[in-house]
């Protein structure tokens, strides 16, 4: 195999997240020190890059990055943590902000507050896309963001590429649908071998537990054709179906102590290709996503993955 192929590439956005560990969730108009501070490189599809590395997987983030203050050190993370960002469009200092993410941890229970200043930020488009050479990679994962044409437009050239390959040359295709903002998103599971559906998504399409989810939101993937779409259900663990398959489901491993669960769903996800790309069948791989989910919720971040032996979960390296 040529260097590079077999690749999993992450699609989305690359965040800024400043992170406040708090004692306990601060009052509105209160005072108080943080037990902890801290810059981390966030994003859906950044975090879940990370954690596809911490794993031993070949992976690369594709997304806009911007010069400016923030650049060097989510440039520099990446390379630390060993995914590859040569595809990625960096844009000239102050054409565009770079996300950030201002994220409140609660010590007591590891729960994340999120406020994403998002505002004139970039998002990739399809001629970024065209510049990378397809060929090197075996699975393409893409973060729902706003833009429901210009995302089918990036689906889609990966379905062109397939057209034209042999069948053992064909990238997988999965997509991620967190934001409840973003329900036009769903007309694109169509296009994906693998649809990640958060439960926030799906509650408010009004699915109450993981099981009735999926069982309804197959419907929406590719006909005739083993699509798959798989739930992550916070302490609940997750489920999945492919096809008319039966649902297969997974318990949460949750971690002695809950340290910080963000991005906990982008760990799932992420621990799910890795398995899915090394031949895990279905219910394996939930049940690995859920076991490296959890050992994540009771870590700071994501770099303690590497190597990790735990009592639910040992990561190869
Ligand atoms: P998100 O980060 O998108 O809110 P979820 O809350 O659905 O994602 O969590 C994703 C996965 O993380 C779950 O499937 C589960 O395996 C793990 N997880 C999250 N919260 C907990 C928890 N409280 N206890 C155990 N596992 C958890
Ligand atoms: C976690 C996360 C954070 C980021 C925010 C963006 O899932 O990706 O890293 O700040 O969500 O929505």
Not at 158 to 177: D, G, Q, R
Not at 182 to 209: C, H, N, Q, W
Not at 230 to 242: E, F, L, M, Q, R
Not at 270 to 287: K, R, S
């Amino acid at each position: 195999m040529n260097e590079g192929e077999g690749r999993v590439l992450c699609v989305g956005l690359c965040v800024l997240d400043i992170v406040n560990v708090c004692e306990s969730y601060p009052e509105e108009d209160s005072k108080q020190r943080s037990v902890d501070y801290y810059w981390q490189r966030g994003g859906n599809a950044s975090n879940s890059a990370s954690v596809l590395a911490m794993l031993g997987a070949d992976v690369e983030f594709l997304g806009t990055l911007e010069q400016g203050q923030e650049y060097g050190f989510l440039r520099s993370d990446f390379l630390e943590c060993g995914v590859h960002i040569d595809n990625c469009p960096v844009h000239v200092e102050g054409q565009y902000r770079c996300p950030v993410s201002t994220t409140i941890i609660n010590r007591q229970n590891g729960s994340r507050t999120i406020i994403a200043a998002l505002n004139n930020i970039s998002e990739l488009q399809i001629d970024d896309f065209m510049k990378v050479d397809l060929k090197r990679y075996k699975w393409i994962h893409f973060e729902g963001r706003p833009g429901v044409d210009r995302m089918y437009e990036l689906l889609n050239a990966v379905h062109t590429f397939n057209e034209s390959c042999s069948v053992e040359k064909k990238i997988v295709i999965s997509l991620e649908l967190e934001k409840i903002k973003r329900p036009e998103l769903l007309s694109l599971s169509g296009l994906a071998d693998y649809v990640f559906i958060s439960k926030e998504f799906a509650m408010s399409l009004g699915y109450f537990t993981k099981e009735d989810a999926v069982e309804n939101l197959i419907s929406h993937c590719r006909k005739g054709y083993m699509a798959t779409v798989i739930c992550a259900w916070g302490a609940d663990g997750a489920a999945a179906k492919s096809g008319s398959d039966k649902v297969v489901v997974s318990a949460a491993f949750p971690p002695d102590e809950m340290v910080d669960t963000m991005g906990a769903g982008d760990t799932f996800n992420a621990a799910t290709i890795f398995a899915l790309c090394n031949c895990a069948g279905l219910n394996e791989a939930i049940a690995f996503g859920c076991k490296v989910a959890g050992a994540k919720c009771g870590i700071r971040g994501y770099k303690e993955l590497k190597g990790l032996k735990g009592a639910n979960v040992t990561v190869n390296t």
